[in-house]
């Protein structure tokens, strides 16, 4: 598995973690780099770094375009894919919209439900769309 990959799950472990026990997802990373197993990787900080920095924007995207879908009844597993996707898309420059979101899609294949990558793929496509008009 590529490295970016299993970064993205780690993050993905964290971030759910977090969601699901109500604690601070940068608590909850910490815990896991100390603990150190499996190892978390530079990247996998970067992104639980990231969205936790820009959350609220990041919520704020979601809620927007997720056409009928509050933030709340999203899957938890979908909830963290797409704050991970959307992170990527706005402040990642050296990852390409498309890697970001089709390697969303991907882990939402994995790990979430049936209709999880349709619809990860829908909202996050959305939003590479218009991402100029969401960083100005």
Same mark, same amino acid.
């Given at each position: 598995?590529a490295?970016?990959?299993k970064?993205?799950?780690?993050?993905?472990?964290?971030?759910?973690e977090?969601?699901?026990? +109500?604690?601070?997802?940068?608590?909850?990373?910490?815990?896991k780099?100390?603990?150190? !197993?499996?190892?978390?990787?530079?990247? $996998?900080v970067? @992104?639980?770094?990231?969205?936790?920095?820009?959350?609220?924007?990041?919520?704020?995207?979601?809620?927007?375009?997720?056409m009928? *879908?509050?933030?709340?009844?999203?899957p938890?597993?979908d909830?963290a894919?797409?704050?991970?996707g959307? *992170?990527?898309i706005l402040?990642?420059? !050296?990852v390409?919209?498309?890697? $970001?979101?089709?390697?969303?899609?991907?882990?939402?294949?994995?790990?979430?439900t049936?209709?999880?990558? +349709?619809?990860v793929?829908? @909202?996050?496509?959305?939003?590479?769309?218009l +991402?100029?008009?969401?960083?100005?």
């Open positions: 598995m490295a970016r990959r970064a993205r799950k780690r993050a993905l472990e964290v971030l759910f977090a969601d699901q026990r +109500k604690l601070a997802p940068l608590d909850v990373l910490r815990d780099i100390v603990r150190a !197993d499996p190892p978390v990787g530079e990247y $996998a970067t @992104l639980v770094e990231g969205v936790v920095a820009h959350q609220a924007r990041i919520d704020e995207v979601l809620s927007t375009y997720s009928g *879908w509050t933030i709340d009844r999203m938890a597993v909830r894919v797409l704050r991970i959307v *992170w990527e402040h990642a420059p !050296d390409p919209d498309h890697v $970001a979101v089709s390697e969303a899609v991907e882990i939402a294949q994995e790990l979430s049936d209709e999880s990558p +349709k619809f793929n829908g @909202l996050l496509a959305r939003i590479a769309e +991402k100029e008009t969401l960083t100005a």
